[in-house]
């Protein structure tokens, strides 16, 4: 199915986004990008973390990695799928698809290419191969795209994901405008049934940038959606109760696939609530003129912290230990700011450069620092 400029014309416009709901946007997407790297520092140790009698740090740990890490994608899917509407009505499907080559696809291998020759330089140095990929062809296509199994980068099977949706984006145009039923039956089977199929490695992606899309096609406008929000924080408050009682009580769900995987839905589709209501607080305070400075870099910051986090955690392993340790959580608190610290540095490092910007920053320029408005328009 192939979405052209003249389905624009035949009344397939959708309305303009306020500058409110962009300043959120903006908000929405450091405040996820941020919380999601906590997700990603290494624990140092082989056994499952959640498992271990629940003391004050571990439920910090779980609340930050388990329910709010985790979970932040969801809104950023949402978000993809609000805006993927109009770049589809204003391009057309082919433009669009090229577009996203270049906007996800080229970082998705240049930042796994990246991390790859590290990997090799750390190899050759230490005598350490097993971070390396399989040396066969599967195992460098998985490595570079992630296709069957994670990329060396796990963070960036989103984008190998949103690539995905992108792909689907106008059959998904047309199911939700003329059989909404249709659609979303066939996207909860593919949420519930399509995760061995390897079509997406989070298949509930697929779902969020859904909701996204529905939201932009029945034209809701930002009171509808706080108003939802608000009934689906409340949900929130429940889902945490669940989750902290599965954590501390170490209830184990396996074998029961079903209710793990609908508790987690769940549990992303209220704390997407969660924090798009967050945003709305920010914004109305002191702290959103920090949020629209730093939004240009939250894609630098997603695509490396995971790199950051590997090596450097050698480091801080060495002096603060692994999870369990009294000064873990100097590692856990710390190494994420390092990463936001090392996001905004190296992108004002190569910002002069279009080739770097092309390759690691999905061709997006970036203003300097000093010079950046209090509050940007959105793109």
Known sequence: ???????????????????????????????CIFFMTFVHVQAGIAENVYARDAGAFDI???????????????????VSGYFIVSSLLKTGTRRLIV???????????SWNLAML?????????????????????????????GVTEWPLVVPLWFLRDLFVCCLAAPALYFGLR????????????FAVFGQDWHI????????????GMQLRIGGWQEARMDRVSALLTIGLCVMVAVFLTIRIERISLAG??????????????????????????????????????????????????????????????????????DLFPITFFTLPVLA?????????????????LFFFNAGHTVPPWKSRPALQQAG
């Open 256 to 325: 029961m696939e079903t209710l793990r995987l609908g508790l987690d839905t769940l549990l992303r589709i209220t704390m997407a609530a969660g924090f798009w209501r967050l945003t709305a607080i920010i914004r109305g305070t002191g702290s959103a003129p920090l949020f629209y400075r730093l939004e240009p870099d939250v894609f630098v910051l997603f695509c490396s912290h995971a790199i950051l986090f590997n090596f450097a955690g050698i480091v801080f392993r060495r002096f603060f230990g692994n999870y369990g340790s």
């Open 1 to 31: 199915m192939t979405l052209t400029h003249q389905t624009e014309a035949a009344g397939g416009r959708v309305a303009p986004v306020s500058q409110a709901v962009s300043e959120r946007v903006k908000i929405a997407r450091v405040l």
């Open 340 to 356: 936001v610290v090392a996001a905004v540095i190296g992108l004002q490092l190569i910002r002069s450069s279009n080739v770097l």
């Open 117 to 145: 020759v590290l990997l090799l330089a750390y190899a050759a140095l230490s005598g350490n191969v097993r971070d390396l990929p399989r040396p066969d062809v599967m195992g460098i296509v998985n490595a570079l795209f």
């Open 60 to 78: 910090v740990y779980f609340i930050l990695t388990r329910m709010i890490g985790l979970s932040s994608v969801s809104l950023l899917s949402i």
């Open 200 to 211: 997406m490695e989070r298949p509930q992606l697929l779902l969020f940038f859904a909701a």
């Open 99 to 109: 577009s996203k080559v270049k906007t996800l696809i080229v970082p998705l291998v």
């Open 178 to 189: 003329r059989l909404p039923l249709v659609a979303w039956a066939a996207l909860l089977a």
